[in-house]
Structure formats: C-alpha cells, structure tokens
C-alpha cells in the first residue's frame, strides 16, 4: 500500500519548457488535489478533482493545466513553466471532497526549479 | 487572498519548553485541522477539530478549537527534537475547500 506517488522527485526546467506532474492514489479516493509550497506562503491549492470526472480550480489555476485520467490518477501539466513556477509541488488525496473527516493523503513533493 | 492565518512563523525554543502555535481565520470555520511536516518531508494530517470549543490531546500535543470557530491553537508540552518541524492548520469554510496557514516552522534545540 503505496499511499500517494508522485513523480518525478525533482525536475529542472528552462523557461518556456512543459513537462507533467504524475500522481497516483491506490487508497481508492474520490478526491485529489495538487497544491504548490513556497516559503513563508504555506500550501496553495492549484487545481483539484472532487470526483472522477471533474476538476475544478483552486487558488492560484494560472499557468496550469489538470487531467483526471481515472480514479487513481490526477496529473498537473504546465505548458511554458516560468521561474515564478519554481516551487514545491504536492499531489493530495482524500476520501471526499472537502475537509470534514475526509483527512489529506500528501505524496512526497517534487521539487521544481525553472531557470 | 489569504483566509487563514498563522502565527508564529518562526519559534526556536530550548528542548523541554513548550510550544504554541496559533492559527485564526476571517470567516468562520466548518472544521479545522493540523498537519505537521517534518523537514524535507510532505505534510502528515494530525487531527481534526469539528465542534466549538473543542479540545482534543494527542500525548504531548493540545489542540483547540476557538468558541467562534474563527481560531485554534495547538500547544505542545515539554517539547522534544522529535517535534521539529512546521505545524500547519487547514480550516474548512464549508465550500469544499481546505485553505491552509502559512505554518509555524518549530525548532528545538537540544
């Protein structure tokens, strides 16, 4: 029982590049989030996915782009990275949509740099 | 904007003294809960808190929901280098979303 996998660990990027984020839940959760960490800013939701099927924005959606391909996985796609992007990128799951005993599952980050 | 705050962002305390973080909120809160991350780490769920008023302990670790449900603190008793790391609350404004504190990074010195 993996819990929630993202991939790649760490990536480089140059300005204008794209590149997809991968995760994958095998906890049988209907809901995955992405959310990005940077310094001093706590975690920010970028995109999420309350259920198979949907997607929705969160806070900070530009620049990015999301695909629930199936249960299981929720990918983050950025078409021309900028170094504004350059963060720490979380991938989520939960039960259901929302906080109440619907606890988040966090994968173990990425960590992007863009030049 | 940013609807959930917290305070402090820093705190080194010796090893043995106590801890408290403290998180508020503009908007009242359908449920509040911590996370902590350890360093190099992702964020790990530690409790939830539903009702106002709340209070729920965990060993060491005493967290609280305000009687407005707009505030919670967590206090941790005669903190160990083990508690390294940053603490961050998440409270639910009962559209869904989990809108997260910017976190208090904790260091202990031994």
């Known amino acids: 029982n993996a819990g929630v996998t993202q991939t790649p660990k760490f990536q480089v990027l140059k300005t204008g590049q794209s590149m997809t984020l991968q995760c994958a839940q095998d906890?049988?959760?209907?809901?995955m989030y992405w959310y990005r960490q940077d310094p001093g800013m706590g975690l920010r939701l970028i995109y999420y996915?309350?259920?198979?099927?949907?997607?929705d924005k969160g806070e900070v959606p530009n620049g990015y782009n999301v695909s629930r391909l199936n249960k299981r996985e929720f990918s983050l796609r950025l078409e021309s990275a900028a170094p504004s992007q350059t963060s720490v990128y979380f991938c989520?799951?939960?039960?259901?949509?929302?906080?109440?005993?619907?606890?988040?599952?966090f994968g173990n980050g990425t960590r992007l740099t863009v030049t | 904007g940013q609807q959930v705050m917290q305070i402090p962002q820093y705190q080194h305390v010796q090893e043995g003294e106590d801890f408290t973080t403290y998180c508020n909120s503009s908007?009242?809160?359908?449920?509040i809960q911590w996370y902590k991350q350890r360093p190099g780490g992702h964020p790990v769920f530690l409790i939830q808190?539903?009702?106002?008023?709340e209070v729920k302990k965990q060993k060491r670790l005493t967290f609280q929901f305000g009687e407005a449900k707009k505030n919670s603190s967590l206090h941790i008793t005669a903190t160990q280098t083990t508690d390294v790391g940053t603490y961050f609350c998440?409270?639910?404004?009962?559209?869904?979303?989990?809108?997260f504190g910017t976190g208090t990074r904790l260091t202990v010195i031994p």
């Open positions: 989520a799951s939960s039960s259901h949509p929302g906080g109440y005993n619907s606890p988040l599952h």
């Open positions: 906890m049988n959760h209907n809901s």
């Open positions: 996915s309350a259920s198979e099927g949907t997607t």
């Open positions: 908007t009242t809160l359908s449920n």
């Open positions: 808190l539903v009702k106002s008023g």
């Open positions: 998440a409270g639910e404004t009962g559209a869904n979303n989990l809108f």
